[in-house]
């Protein structure tokens, strides 16, 4: 179950609202946020507790936000020095907060050499418990920049990626997104993104009102469903103009999915062959100039054929559409390491919203 709508982050409980349960839920209902993240973990310990008494502080939050009808996650930083002892606190703080996703924010720490059997350990522990629970992959905003975290062995095992798409020194939101997303979507495996903005100081330098409006017109442009900001309290105390620009804005909880044509490409740049067939009706005919094939086990064996052989690491772009109802006709274009396809030529008729016919006309040249 993916967000929709506008977030906030929550760092420390006691800095918020003086830490007060209702006042953060008035807050964040005043906001129109549908959803609120909250630190429940760090390294291998529980966060956000009292730590004179020991008392828990997110139970109460948790309570007031479902009482407005605003989800809650929880958001765990990770270090790998003991990822089957960090999996055994999010699995621990998930079952017994009665959160409704969790994040993994993994940063510097998985730069090291070595840390991608780490992240193997910890997401294996962590599915073994929460199997079908929705994990989302917070960090950096470019995987160019950071080629030495282990990205893919987070990514297979989460449903959504949250890139800290921090334009820091800059004002250019849009432009940082934009690349953030299409890097991720050259990115093996993609997931779905959820952008996260930032709402802080950085020495003289703080995001302004128009540059989360930007933010945020971006992500719908891209037909993201949400997006989220770090972190609260800068947002209520130091940065409030940039809080209330956020709050004013308009974004339906609900935006309208993307066409079957922009999923079809989304599904390409994943390179998952049971993703493609997805979006194929049980008993659909795709025809190419070389063979036609029926069936969602054909389908998904051709597209695993063309990711492995054909095309291999390619990354896909919608050049333009057409079409209403039960019939699309569109172009896209692909590149790989030494090959490239410029002019795709596609038609599909649809059935119940599904690709029951699709006819590919393509021609692969050498780069």
Same mark, same amino acid.
């Given at each position: 179950?993916?967000?929709?709508?506008?977030?906030?982050?929550?760092?420390?409980?006691?800095?918020?609202?003086?830490?007060?349960?209702?006042?953060?839920?008035?807050?964040?209902?005043?906001?129109?946020?549908?959803?609120?993240?909250?630190?429940?973990?760090?390294?291998?310990?529980?966060?956000?507790?009292?730590?004179?008494?020991?008392?828990?502080?997110?139970? &109460?939050?948790?309570?007031?936000?479902?009482?407005?009808? /605003?989800?809650?996650?929880?958001?765990? #930083?990770?270090?790998?020095?003991?990822?089957?002892?960090?999996?055994?606190?999010? $699995?621990?703080?998930?079952?017994?907060?009665?959160?409704?996703?969790?994040?993994?924010?993994?940063? $510097?720490?998985?730069?090291?050499?070595?840390?991608?059997?780490?992240?193997?350990?910890?997401?294996?522990?962590?599915?073994?418990?929460?199997?079908?629970?929705?994990?989302?992959?917070?960090?950096?905003?470019? &995987?160019?920049?950071?080629?030495?975290?282990?990205?893919?062995? !987070?990514?297979?095992?989460?449903?959504?990626?949250?890139?800290?798409?921090?334009?820091?020194?800059?004002?250019?939101?849009?432009?940082?997104?934009?690349?953030?997303?299409?890097?991720?979507?050259?990115?093996?495996?993609?997931?779905?993104? %959820?952008?996260?903005?930032?709402?802080?100081?950085?020495?003289?330098?703080?995001?302004? &009102?128009?540059?989360? %409006?930007? !933010?945020?017109?971006?992500?719908?442009?891209?037909?993201?469903?949400?997006?989220?900001?770090?972190?609260?309290? #800068?947002?209520?105390?130091?940065?409030? &103009?940039?809080?209330?620009? /956020?709050?004013?804005?308009?974004?339906?909880?609900?935006?309208?999915?993307?066409?079957?044509?922009?999923?079809? /490409?989304?599904?390409?740049?994943?390179?998952?062959?049971?993703? $493609?067939?997805?979006?194929?009706?049980?008993?659909?005919?795709? %025809?190419?100039?070389?063979?036609?094939?029926?069936?969602?086990?054909?389908?998904?064996?051709?597209?695993?054929?063309? !990711?492995?052989?054909?095309?291999?690491?390619?990354?896909?772009?919608?050049?333009?559409?057409?079409?209403?109802?039960?019939?699309?006709?569109?172009?896209?274009?692909?590149?790989?390491?030494?090959?490239? $396809?410029?002019?795709?030529?596609?038609?599909?008729?649809?059935?119940?919203?599904? %690709?029951?016919?699709?006819?590919?006309?393509?021609?692969?040249?050498?780069?």
């Amino acid at each position: 179950m993916t967000l929709q709508g506008k977030g906030f982050m929550i760092w420390q409980i006691a800095r918020c609202e003086g830490g007060n349960a209702d006042a953060i839920a008035n807050a964040a209902q005043a906001a129109g946020l549908t959803h609120v993240l909250i630190k429940i973990a760090d390294g291998p310990y529980p966060y956000n507790k009292d730590k004179t008494t020991g008392r828990d502080l997110v139970p &109460p939050v948790v309570q007031a936000l479902r009482s407005k009808g /605003i989800r809650v996650w929880g958001w765990h #930083y990770v270090y790998g020095a003991n990822p089957a002892g960090e999996a055994q606190i999010a $699995v621990r703080r998930v079952q017994e907060l009665g959160i409704e996703g969790y994040v993994i924010d993994a940063e $510097v720490e998985y730069k090291q050499p070595g840390m991608d059997a780490a992240a193997r350990r910890f997401m294996s522990d962590l599915r073994s418990a929460l199997p079908n629970f929705p994990v989302a992959l917070s960090s950096f905003r470019f &995987p160019s920049y950071h080629p030495q975290l282990p990205w893919k062995d !987070f990514l297979d095992k989460c449903d959504f990626n949250m890139p800290q798409v921090y334009w820091q020194a800059a004002h250019n939101a849009g432009a940082q997104l934009r690349r953030s997303v299409r890097e991720f979507q050259a990115l093996i495996p993609y997931r779905p993104v %959820i952008p996260t903005g930032p709402v802080y100081k950085a020495g003289d330098w703080a995001p302004t &009102p128009a540059d989360v %409006i930007e !933010f945020m017109d971006t992500a719908r442009a891209l037909n993201l469903p949400s997006a989220n900001y770090f972190e609260w309290y #800068y947002g209520r105390t130091i940065l409030k &103009p940039v809080w209330d620009a /956020i709050a004013a804005y308009s974004w339906p909880a609900y935006p309208t999915p993307p066409d079957i044509t922009e999923q079809y /490409i989304t599904a390409l740049n994943s390179h998952d062959a049971n993703a $493609v067939a997805s979006l194929y009706s049980p008993q659909a005919v795709h %025809i190419t100039a070389t063979q036609t094939v029926q069936g969602t086990d054909a389908i998904r064996n051709w597209f695993a054929n063309f !990711f492995s052989q054909v095309l291999p690491n390619a990354t896909f772009s919608l050049t333009g559409s057409s079409g209403t109802g039960n019939s699309r006709h569109f172009t896209w274009e692909a590149r790989s390491s030494n090959s490239a $396809v410029r002019n795709g030529n596609d038609t599909f008729g649809l059935l119940n919203g599904k %690709i029951a016919y699709h006819y590919s006309y393509f021609t692969i040249t050498a780069t």
